[in-house]
């Protein structure tokens, strides 16, 4: 059966089909977040000046540098020079690892003050607080869970382009690894004014 | 539109520039953010994340590329969200 | 006809051999009929549980069960019925055996995902029973409806985490029903020639892809919630208990038009079939599929009239309720009106399905009784849904899941049951459900709550008469079962067409070979054109028509 008919745009439209699936997977959260912020709209404000800017900001930057990365590492397969290819897909990995750094650095900071969920802390706080709090933990936590899924994945294409599987003739596992990993920015450009920006 | 149509997509040069775009308007959210625009406030870090997602999604994703069919898919998804949230509304607001 | 040896015969890849042959498969069709196999499976225990609990029900003072077991087995009752068998039921088992033989494709797009999708099916299942065992039986209905679900001490996360993951399989059989359906129709099949069972899986499909996520992290969420008690949907904690049941069923109502939507697809199969005539109605039939997977997914809070939701909220989705009433009624209309004039013949597939008709009917009037916000208060969270949603799931769903297994029985297992134990069957099964289900409506409207393990001693004569009636249903629907299965001691083989059916799976020989088609299949320019059949039979001299 290794004979299968090679059909990239169709692979390519189930991608995106997974995509808008991850999409209401958030979007389930969103309106979760869109109630919450309606009811409880000046604690979000003052949860999200609790909120550290500085690393939001650095991880927004972040994230755009690695779909950029990865926007031209696809770029680069194309025109088949496949050290470059290589060089783009580390420097995305090392970005994704960054990002995760910030955000241990930001929760820890964040477990230390005993801000975490059903902390002795937030038992005392006032509700909406709460509220801001668990959907920050729950949200950033979800989208922290796919760049960790989309760095194996990009792990992956790496080595598939260095063992020459994915090549300038057939690159879509790359292009569809892309797609996810461009998704996950995308989700954080929402997160990142919901969460950081409310002042 | 079909697996050939792989020449529309940018440069190295064009997406460094959609990048720079990019940055920008992080830096212009951030800024507005110290302004306090009382119940726009939200609505304007929305609309500046949907103008980059959108960037995002046209030059880094190759949306339109990608055919009408997942165009025509991904706006319906949208809406369907947008109604998800939106009808919720129709208790939450009126309660 | 050639002698191309069937899919049983010719594993999908050589090295795979014996019990590998299926297990490590990846063709559509065997898939499907491993499906066949585990949900039927998991219906008989959900038809065990359902009778014990009607059987408990027969009498005021039961003494059959404790209240605790009984809550038990409720939930067990509706998790695996919804979650297990009817959910899954037509689009894995049909969908996976005939859509991509409909549109003249040799498999799915995705066939490792395909695989990968039944064994998220079978883990999610086995993870069900599990938590069973682990933590206690949970006691808050299939729909986990919170704060309970996050205090009660039974097996809630485990259950919840199963369901999880039978939502990531059906997303999964969705996605890749859409990219099938959009690329590997053959090149001159455009979507006015879709057959109306494959456009009705398309419908499904979007619904599976779009909603099944949602329910997802709502799931999530209340594992989370359990875990380390985060407070989103916890009222001591500031979080709102409705926005559950919102998310809740901006999924499981649409899950509604995932069990029901193929279902209308079959039926809309079998009635231009038997009765020799076109659909009535192609284009409506089409559109009212599409319309009822859109407006379905905005009617989720008829649910919730008397949870607490604002009066406005109430008003706008009883309204739209009322709206889905029209596509489904369209349709009801197009298969009535396809039997006008037409040259009926009554085998058990069609017999099925006007069972179907009548007892849908039923269902979906007593639907729009409950959309009404006034008559929703006084028989919400009574029997006269559980009346309500039977009529539709079973009578409704369950009844086109048998009428398409009779339809396409000899397409699966190149085998042809008895048609009169059939009719036997079906008959004792229909007449049982109406008494079944019937005096449940009564029992609603006279005030008797659903989930309860007692009742007040007045009630007791009805429900004792309910009691007879399932046991008449459960031995109507053993009767059918034990046909079927007893078609396999047959020895003749079923010819390509038994009915006389115009869409492509009649082409192919039954049962189909690995590759499904011996020649290159002909798309037909109209999917149900009954006079180019009729002669195409009669030049070639096939006399197999029982019908004709």
New interface residues.
């Given amino acids: 059966m290794s004979e299968h008919h090679v059909d990239n745009t169709g692979s390519k439209f189930g991608m995106w089909l997974f995509l808008y699936s991850e999409l209401m997977l958030f979007g389930g959260l969103f309106v979760l977040y869109a109630a919450y912020y309606y009811q409880y709209t000046t604690f979000f404000i003052s949860g999200g000046k609790q909120l550290d800017l500085f690393l939001g900001t650095m991880n927004t930057v972040i994230l755009l540098l690695s779909s950029f990365t990865v926007a031209c590492s696809i770029e680069a397969m194309r025109k088949n020079s496949k050290k470059l290819v290589l060089l783009l897909l580390g420097l995305t990995v090392f970005f994704g690892i960054l990002f995760l750094c910030n955000k241990y650095i930001e929760w820890n900071h964040k477990f230390q003050h005993g801000i975490y969920p059903g902390s002795a802390y937030m038992e005392q706080s006032a509700k909406g607080l709460v509220i801001f709090f668990g959907l920050y933990f729950t949200m950033t936590g979800l989208h922290a869970l796919h760049l960790l899924i989309g760095l194996i994945v990009i792990g992956v294409c790496f080595f598939l382009c260095w063992s020459d599987r994915i090549n300038a003739k057939d690159f879509i596992t790359l292009d569809n690894s892309g797609l996810y990993w461009h998704l996950i920015d995308v989700i954080w450009i929402f997160l990142f004014p919901l969460f950081y920006l409310i002042l | 539109?079909?697996?050939t149509s792989?020449e529309h997509?940018?440069?190295?040069k064009g997406?460094?520039f959609?990048?720079f775009l990019?940055?920008v308007l992080?830096g212009i959210?951030?800024a507005i953010?110290?302004v306090d625009l009382g119940i726009f406030?939200?609505w304007a870090?929305?609309a500046?994340?949907s103008l980059?997602?959108a960037f995002?999604?046209l030059?880094?994703?190759h949306i339109i590329q990608?055919?009408k069919?997942?165009t025509i898919?991904?706006i319906t998804?949208?809406l369907?969200?947008a109604?998800?949230?939106g009808?919720?509304?129709?208790?939450?607001?009126?309660? | 006809m050639s002698e191309e040896p069937s899919f049983y015969q010719t594993p999908s890849s050589n090295r795979l051999k014996g019990i590998w042959a299926w297990l490590l498969t990846t063709d559509h069709k065997r898939i499907g009929i491993m499906y066949l196999l585990v949900i039927m499976l998991w219906f008989s225990i959900g038809i065990v549980l359902g009778i014990l609990i009607r059987t408990n029900l027969m009498f005021v003072n039961p003494k059959l069960m404790e209240a605790q077991t009984y809550n038990a087995l409720f939930t067990l009752h509706g998790v695996i019925m919804i979650f297990l068998f009817i959910i899954p039921a037509i689009p894995s088992i049909f969908g996976n055996f005939l859509l991509p033989i409909q549109i003249g494709a040799d498999d799915v797009f995705f066939p490792k995902l395909n695989l990968l999708s039944w064994y998220l099916y079978i883990a999610g299942g086995i993870l069900a029973i599990v938590s069973l065992f682990l933590k206690g039986i949970p006691d808050t209905g299939w729909t986990f409806y919170v704060p309970f679900s996050i205090n009660t001490q039974t097996g809630v996360t485990l259950s919840v985490f199963a369901v999880f993951i039978l939502g990531i399989s059906s997303m999964i059989t969705g996605l890749n029903f859409i990219t099938t359906i959009h690329r590997m129709r053959k090149d001159d099949m455009g979507w006015m020639q879709l057959p109306l069972f494959t456009w009705s899986i398309y419908a499904t499909s979007w619904v599976q892809l779009l909603a099944t996520p949602i329910v997802g992290v709502t799931l999530l969420v209340v594992i989370f919630e359990r875990l380390f008690g985060v407070g989103l949907f916890d009222p001591s904690k500031g979080g709102d208990p409705l926005l559950y049941q919102h998310l809740f069923w901006m999924y499981s109502h649409p899950a509604v038009y995932i069990m029901i939507l193929p279902a209308m697809g079959i039926i809309s199969e079998i009635f231009p079939v038997f009765a020799r005539k076109s659909i009535f109605g192609y284009k409506a039939i089409v559109a009212s599929s599409m319309a009822i997977a859109i407006v379905g997914s905005l009617v989720w809070a008829h649910h919730m009239f008397v949870s607490g939701m604002s009066d406005v909220a109430v008003l706008v989705f009883s309204l739209l309720t009322f709206l889905v009433a029209i596509p489904s009624a369209i349709k009801v209309f197009n298969w009535v009106s396809t039997l006008y004039k037409g040259s009926i013949y009554v085998a058990p597939p069609l017999l099925f399905a006007l069972c179907f008709v009548f007892l849908f009917c039923v269902g979906g009037f007593t639907g729009l009784i409950q959309g009404a916000a006034g008559p929703n208060v006084h028989i919400h969270d009574t029997h006269f849904i559980v009346g309500h949603f039977h009529f539709v799931m079973f009578g409704g769903t369950g009844f086109a899941f048998l009428a398409g297994l009779h339809f396409w029985w000899p397409k699966f297992f190149g085998r042809m049951y008895n048609f009169k134990a059939a009719y036997t069957g079906t008959i004792l099964l229909t007449v049982g459900f109406i008494m079944h289900y019937m005096p449940m409506f009564i029992l609603g409207l006279k005030g008797m709550p659903r989930r309860y393990y007692t009742y007040l001693p007045e009630l007791q004569p009805m429900n004792f008469f309910a009691g007879i009636g399932a046991y008449i249903m459960v031995g109507g629907l053993v009767v059918v079962l034990i046909n079927l299965l007893a078609s396999f001691r047959r020895k003749e083989s079923v010819p390509a067409d038994p009915w006389g059916g115009t869409t492509l799976e009649w082409y192919v020989p039954s049962p189909p070979p690995l590759k499904n088609f011996v020649h290159e299949p002909v798309v037909n320019s109209y999917p149900y054109d009954f006079p180019k059949k009729f002669h195409e039979m009669k030049s070639s001299g096939n006399s197999a028509n029982k019908g004709v």
């Fill in positions: 539109m079909e697996n792989h997509t940018l440069s190295y997406l460094s959609i990048l990019l940055l992080t959210t951030v953010s110290r406030r939200i870090a929305l500046i994340a980059k997602a995002v999604l030059f880094f994703m990608a055919g069919r997942v898919t991904f998804t949208i369907i969200l109604m998800f949230i009808f919720t509304f129709f208790d939450i607001a009126y309660r």
